[in-house]
């Protein structure tokens, strides 16, 4: 299966910005949709956004006007540029396609919103 590996992360003070990238092990293109999701301790993976192949976006509410996903087939990789960064924001944040495939879960990349 795809192997995943994000970067980016990093601590940021409040109404800062991020982007993080997610690199693949093999071409994305056969992908329909890919997607960032997110973690804090003791709850459980959240999906953030979603880009389709037809570069179709879907945002969760709390980040919609904040994250911008993008893809480039031919870097193989997707990205998530996120802006005003608030401190509920603070989590590690993964990428994978959507639906999520069990086994292609990278080691995901913390960010660090301080207030």
């Known amino acids: 299966q795809v192997q995943l590996v994000e970067s980016g992360g990093g601590l940021v003070q409040v109404g800062g910005s991020l982007r993080l990238s997610c690199a693949a092990s093999e071409s994305i293109s056969s992908f329909n949709s890919m997607g960032w999701y997110r973690q804090v301790p003791g709850k459980e993976r959240e999906v953030v956004a979603i880009?389709?192949?037809?570069?179709?976006?879907r945002y969760a509410d709390s980040v919609k006007g904040r994250f911008l996903i993008s893809r480039d087939n031919r870097q193989n990789s997707i990205y998530l540029q996120m802006v005003k960064l608030k401190p509920e924001d603070t989590a590690v944040y993964y990428c994978?396609?959507?639906?999520?495939?069990?086994?292609?879960w990278g080691p995901g990349t913390q960010v660090t919103v301080s207030s």
């Open positions: 880009i389709a192949a037809a570069d179709k976006a």
């Open positions: 994978n396609t959507w639906p999520a495939m069990e086994n292609s």
